[in-house]
């Protein structure tokens, strides 16, 4: 079975920092794009970034400069460096990717448990 497991979340006042990790773990062949989002209270999930297999990054306008998605291909995991946190970064935060299993042609979209990250003095 194939799976994607967060860490890294907290309670952090606003301006700190957190790094999440998400790996990927399991009978892996290859993993696309891998991609972080975030679900606020009462809202749907939204897209915060995500890296290509060879390094292209992407980020909403909201947390660019402030934010680092990097991946460690040899670790199947995939990190999110959150600087300058605000009270509105507040949500889960949810790691996903396509994935290949080994011996499979086609790739499955797994997504994470999820992680709390809540930003409050």
């Known amino acids: 079975q194939v799976q994607l497991v967060e860490s890294g979340g907290g309670l952090v006042q606003p301006g700190g920092s957190l790094r999440l990790s998400c790996a990927a773990s399991?009978?892996?062949?290859?993993?696309?794009?891998m991609a972080w989002y975030l679900q606020a209270p009462g809202k749907q999930r939204e897209l915060v970034a995500h890296?290509?297999?060879?390094?292209?990054?992407y980020y909403v306008d909201s947390v660019k400069g402030r934010f680092t998605i990097s991946r460690d291909n040899a670790k199947n995991t995939v990190y999110l460096q959150m600087n300058n946190l605000k009270p509105e970064d507040t949500a889960v935060y949810y790691c996903?990717?396509?994935?290949?299993?080994?011996?499979?042609?086609?790739?499955?979209?797994?997504w994470g448990q999820g992680t709390q990250v809540t930003v409050s003095s």
């Open positions: 996903n990717a396509p994935i290949v299993r080994s011996g499979e042609k086609y790739a499955y979209n797994y």
């Open positions: 399991g009978s892996i062949f290859s993993i696309y794009t």
């Open positions: 890296i290509t297999s060879s390094g292209d990054t």
